[in-house]
């Protein structure tokens, strides 16, 4: 009989292997440790007591991880990974799973539940779908290895040359925390988890001023490694004021300010909705290519969306 219960009454040995047993065979190595998995859940804001574990007595058989947060004034859920292992698959253990977690969004009044998957991942796709989530939109993750191309930022200025060269007179740049961002009258309450302010937590922004006002952002993250180089760049967001009159140079200017100039480390692109094809055009012309793709999907848990 499979029997569900709350993460925090797991063991992190159990909770551990079934998470590495519940995506043995899965489209990318997801392969975990207890230091990693705990480090996980801090920076993903995942919690324990809204995650859950099927067990079939004593054997823990699969798993949601749900994370509950607020962005915009709303309250919204994460689904962010599921998994059974390999000899359950099959036989509803997975549904019971989704549906028990629904049963926890509507009673932490969850407004909107979130989950994305990998295209390919038709049989997840069709699951969510039959307990209503609806796909939104299609998020790519791009990568390119090597200096992208461009002048780079000036030391302590965060000055470029290319666009911003052109934009110089017209506009100002200033470094600020991944807040900052979220406190922009047009930043995107609703989106994916993972490149939310709230989950960069050791992530920045680059906020582009015309006039006083802001014209736009970029979220990004850098990662060095145990030396202390550089060791790769990973962009978030990148968004252009729907008031501002020259969108593209915007977008131009903070992502050679991002960007360019740091030789050769590696670059990635995370969750790029496919509907901003300006983002997506000038991130090709930097040489990014798509390495995976996924969908966003949604299901409105109000009572509205209920009825």
């Not at 994460?78 to 549904?95: F, M, Q, S």
Request: charged content about 20%; overall charge negative.
């Amino acid at each position: 009989m499979i029997v569900i219960r709350k993460l925090s009454e797991c063991t992190l040995d159990q909770a551990v292997q079934v998470w590495n047993a519940g995506f043995s065979g899965y489209l990318v190595d997801m392969t975990t440790n207890p230091d990693a998995f705990m480090t996980r859940q801090a920076y993903e804001q995942l919690s324990p007591q809204h995650s859950i574990v099927a067990f079939d007595g004593e054997q823990p058989v699969g798993f949601v991880l749900n994370g509950i947060r607020m962005a915009g004034g709303r309250t919204i859920s994460w689904n962010g990974g599921t998994g059974v292992i390999p000899a359950y698959r099959g036989r509803g253990v997975g549904r019971k799973l989704i549906e028990a977690s629904l049963d926890i969004y509507r009673k932490e009044g969850v407004d909107t539940a979130t989950i994305e998957a990998f295209a390919s991942n038709v049989p997840a796709i069709a699951l969510y779908e039959s307990v209503g989530y609806v796909t939104r939109d299609t998020l790519l993750v791009l990568r390119k290895t090597g200096g992208a191309a461009g002048g780079g930022p000036a030391e302590g200025t965060g000055e470029s040359r290319g666009a911003w060269g052109d934009a110089a007179g017209r506009y100002t740049l200033r470094h600020g925390t991944a807040r900052d961002a979220g406190l922009l009258p047009f930043y995107p309450a609703l989106g994916a988890w993972q490149v939310h302010w709230a989950s960069l937590t050791a992530g920045e922004s680059l906020t582009m001023f015309e006039d006083g006002k802001p014209a736009g952002y970029a979220l990004y993250k850098r990662v060095y490694d145990a030396s202390g180089k550089l060791a790769g760049v990973t962009l978030y967001q990148c968004e252009a004021s729907p008031d501002n009159r020259d969108p593209e140079t915007v977008l131009r200017t903070l992502l050679e300010t991002v960007l360019d100039g740091y030789g050769e480390v590696s670059f990635s692109a995370s969750h790029v909705p496919s509907s901003r094809t300006d983002l997506l055009r000038l991130l090709e012309e930097k040489g990014f290519q798509t390495v995976h793709e996924l969908v966003w999907m949604t299901r409105d848990m109000t009572e509205e969306g209920r009825a």
